[in-house]
């Protein structure tokens, strides 16, 4: 009986958050702001990544960081030094994922005033941060190539929920037994649609490719609205 | 308000959970089972170091294996051929955690009759099975060195509750920019007194270090009883 219970409020929340993060998406939508949500395990490679990203996309876009972490606060101080672009450290107080009133309010504190593109880097975790919806735009997840190519099987509803999935460190791929072919057929299984990239934030490699699907979906994004 | 409810909820779960595993320690000390659960990111090796320690600590002890996964069933079958060892499979169901609950059922499904040591591997997760009691004797923390060395200053429940620490894949450490040493301060931080081995699991370095560890541990543990 204990465990029904504590189901059913589990569910209350989830499907009341998602309901609520539908909210966030239509007034980004009308503010015009383009909101990507980063998600990964810890240690995935997310904060170097997002580093190359945003000067690949920061001539183009005006550009705003959102850095989630249950404690510390290297990350957001090494976005704003490598990137010049405003950043703002959330700490989740223990969380293990960010629900749509955390998104808003880390919103709000940001200032999405004059904002093309905001990017949240959510908890490192590749379970809870999945069934939270934001509210974002779109969801980027990272599986980078030392945690191995079987992941997507194991980790199946962030898989699913995700709109694109980076491969990243690609520059140690000769370290490790792991097949890009193996990723991609584990994602395909779980969501058929979802492009891929392999991109190594070190050497630079891949993330071009990554910058110009991003320009294409804001521009659908902006013709849509 | 609908904040506070829920991090009461949430408070009352983990109070009772932690309680009730109390129940489960207690259980296995009377049966001489020494439980080891063993937590970690995904993809940061538990299974492969898993099947090195048993390989090691298998002509001494009977060994059970219960394998905690959100979906699939690749580790069981893998840690089976590989070491001989009777492995339990559990889904958890979507869960990113164990309870003390999941963990006992899943006792009284391997069974414990005969058995020295009962290998628990968690889901793969750095935040939330931390939490969790589920009633081992000790806890086993991984980090893999592409994780990155400043890990357990942004997951630090998970660092604070470890009585062990183990740096695995040291084999890559020539392609990674990762201290040993800085790992090691971050570590102490937290947890000032928690032994630290550096460990490969496919070269065999540091595993039997650790393997002795965990002998005079199970070895102070009969002592006790």
């Known amino acids: 009986m204990e465990k029904v219970r504590v189901v059913e409020i589990k569910e209350d929340i989830l499907s009341r958050n998602n309901e ?28 170097t990544l997002l580093v190359e990203l945003i000067n690949a996309l920061k001539g183009k876009y005006r550009i705003g960081v959102i850095e989630a972490d249950i404690d510390g606060d290297v990350d957001a101080g090494s976005i704003s030094e490598k990137t010049g672009v405003s950043c703002l450290q959330m700490h ?92 991609e057929r584990n994602v395909r299984k779980r969501n058929p649609d979802c492009p891929l990239f392999l991109v190594s934030a070190k050497t630079g490699e891949g993330v071009p490719a990554l910058a110009s699907y991003l320009e294409e979906k804001i521009a659908e994004y902006r013709e849509r609205r």
């Open 92 to 183: 989740t107080a223990g969380a293990c994922h960010i629900t749509y009133q955390m998104s808003w309010e880390a919103l709000e504190s940001l200032g999405t005033d004059g904002l093309d593109l905001v990017i949240l880097e959510n908890v490192g975790n590749l379970v809870c941060p999945a069934e939270f919806d934001t509210g974002a735009t779109a969801n980027l997840v990272l599986l980078s190539v030392p945690e191995g190519d079987d992941k997507p099987l194991k980790y199946p509803l962030m898989f699913s929920v995700a709109d694109m999935v980076a491969i990243t460190k690609k520059d140690v791929l000769p370290a490790f037994d792991f097949s890009f072919e193996a990723a």
């Open 20 to 47: 609520r993060a539908k909210e966030v998406k239509d007034e980004l939508a009308r503010r015009g702001v383009y909101y990507l949500n980063v998600m990964a395990s810890p240690g995935s490679g997310k904060t």
